[in-house]
């Protein structure tokens, strides 16, 4: 509105100061401000759409867009060179004749007139242009977030069976040598699969859940290595809990803490540590490092990878994640910074 408002008042604007305004000279001196307006909405409705946006016809555009604008400013200019001619007429004694002059101001006349309905051709088709931009960038994000949707339910679909597949082997495993801890590891993997079928297939799940999920997978880790293994766990959230967290991520690293840091040979050690604040989670998971042969295919290695693409999914640009072995090479440790958490609050 206050665009259009300041070209109805351009003819106002060009009058010479000694011209009187009166509705008939504003009206003689409209054809610029018409060519203003006719320029922008031929550009905007017609151009732009039939044209500039349609593959393979943007030279037809720029051939229709330089046509017009030459011929809006030809016409514009000799119209105002007109009025401008009727006004020399009617006060003689203000101008002194000289041809050369009239022919110069003619020429410059024509050049402002070009420029201002060349601009405000681009501006007429700047507009479409930028809102076909910015629906195709909008489809294109739903399109990513659609696929990054897919991408988790992929991995979720994949990790969740190679988890149980691993935990049913152990407790396979317990049934071999000690029925009654067999008995007390099916009840943890009973409330394990609750959590399962019920939270894991949320976006996010509750961080005190998930973490209650990693302790009843520690404790069968316990009864099937017994005194073999020393298994430290230290989960410090606030209480009630209200952060979230991606699920199977933690289960993950604690998993593979088991696979590689258990020996039957020698002493083995695996220390959890869960720490959660505000806006950050902090993951630690320290364990001994016995590397599995090449031969060894249980997992096939999966795990690792699946938690690094959920990171990179649920947490792009928002994790830090610092893994491998310490100096004395006896110790594998993994630490996983979830930063910006409250993103993800309930």
Not at 80 to 90: A, G, I, N, P
Not at 236 to 244: A, D, G, Q, R, T
Request: neutral net charge; charged residues 20%; aromatic residues 10%.
């Amino acid at each position: 509105m206050l665009v259009w408002g300041m070209v109805v008042f351009f003819p106002i604007i060009y009058m010479p100061p000694d011209e009187k305004v009166t509705l008939q000279r504003y009206l003689m001196r409209c054809p610029f401000a018409l060519s203003i307006v006719t320029i922008f909405y031929l550009n905007y409705f017609w151009l732009a759409p039939r044209y500039l946006l349609v593959s393979g016809h943007q030279k037809k555009y720029w051939l229709l867009e330089i046509a017009i604008v030459c011929l809006l400013s030809l016409a514009t200019n000799t119209w105002m060179s007109f009025v401008q001619e009727l006004h020399r007429k009617d006060h003689p004694s203000h101008f002194a004749p000289n041809d050369d002059i009239h022919e110069g101001l003619y020429f410059l006349g024509f050049m402002r007139e070009l420029y201002l309905i060349s601009t405000t051709a681009a501006l007429g088709c700047a507009i479409p242009v930028s809102r076909r931009w910015m629906e195709a960038e909008q489809a294109r994000q739903q399109a990513e977030v659609a696929r990054r949707e897919a991408e988790i339910k992929i991995l979720r679909n994949q990790v969740s069976p190679h988890f149980l597949l691993n935990t049913l082997n152990n407790i396979y495993a317990l049934t071999a040598f000690d029925q009654k801890k067999a008995q007390e590891a099916v009840m943890h993997l009973s409330r394990m699969l609750r959590h399962l079928l019920y939270d894991d297939h949320q976006p996010f799940v509750n961080l005190k859940k998930e973490t209650d999920f990693v302790h009843d997978y520690i404790d069968i880790m316990r009864i099937r290595y017994g005194s073999n293994v020393e298994v430290d766990e230290h989960i410090h959230i606030p209480e009630p809990c209200s952060i979230v967290i991606a699920p199977m991520i933690i289960i993950t690293l604690v998993e593979n803490a088991f696979k590689h840091g258990v020996s039957t040979m020698e002493p083995s050690r695996i220390q959890v540590s869960i720490t959660a604040k505000k806006d950050e989670i902090i993951i630690d998971i320290i364990n001994t490092n016995f590397p599995k042969s090449s031969r060894d295919k249980s997992g096939h290695g999966i795990g690792l990878t699946q938690v690094l693409n959920r990171l990179e999914l649920d947490y792009h640009g928002k994790y830090l994640w610092k893994r491998g072995l310490t100096e004395d090479k006896k110790y594998y440790q993994s630490k996983i910074a979830l930063y910006d958490t409250e993103l993800h609050h309930h």
